[in-house]
């Protein structure tokens, strides 16, 4: 079956989806403190997460969902504010451990949250995320050809690779960052500091997240 997508399209998408993979922003910085946090694999599990919620952008940007969401406030609005609240109660989870020491006794796997979960919290953050469904939409269709098969397929290859360098770029970062906080976990209090920056990531994350506008 032939790809829908030019192979030529496809070279000039790849280096702009692997630029915008590397900037940093608040998939990554979520994939750091769920590493930090939780372990390696919870890390990785972030940011598959993560990516599937990109695949699921892309599909709703094919269907019209994004440029719906973007077009009625109110609906931004709803996803916007979940997406807030759903942060700011990962971050009250960590520092409620901080504030009960849990885990800092019987080490980091006490605390930790399991590769199922953290892929779920990842997926979770993504999607209610509505400037990502409208940045696909944005970024997607200058690439687009009609001529060359259906719409739809096109976006699903794109939000693919979007979703592949993300895996690839979190999945490292949450994976070194797991490493390092398990070392680090061995003190006490660096495991205290690792609560606390965690916790502090995911409200400097809803915080980013609320004064973002439609």
Not at 151 to 166: E, H, K, N, P
Not at 184 to 211: P, V
Request: hydrophobic residues 60%.
């Amino acid at each position: 079956m032939p790809l829908p997508v030019a192979p030529e399209t496809l070279a000039l998408f790849v280096p702009v989806a692997l630029a915008l993979n590397l900037t940093p922003g608040a998939d990554m910085l979520f994939c750091l403190g769920q590493g930090a946090r939780s372990g390696p694999a919870a890390g990785v599990s972030a940011a598959a997460g993560i990516s599937a919620g990109s695949l699921v952008h892309a599909t709703a940007a094919g269907v019209g969902l994004a440029a719906l969401m973007a077009a009625h406030p109110v609906a931004f609005e709803v996803v916007r504010w979940a997406g807030v609240a759903y942060l700011v109660w990962l971050a009250f989870g960590a520092f409620r451990e901080l504030a009960r020491g849990e885990g800092l006794a019987r080490g980091p796997a006490a605390r930790a949250m399991r590769p199922a979960a953290a892929f779920r919290a990842g997926l979770l953050v993504n999607l209610l995320n509505p400037k990502m469904g409208i940045f696909v939409l944005a970024l997607v269709p200058q690439f687009v050809r009609p001529e060359a098969g259906p719409i739809l397929a096109q976006f699903l290859v794109f939000g693919a690779v979007l979703g592949i360098g993300g895996m690839a770029i979190n999945g490292a970062v949450g994976l070194s960052a797991g490493h390092i906080g398990r070392a680090l976990a061995r003190s006490r209090r660096m495991t205290q500091a690792m609560q606390a920056a965690t916790g502090t990531i995911f409200l400097a994350l809803a915080a980013r997240l609320a004064m973002q506008r439609a």
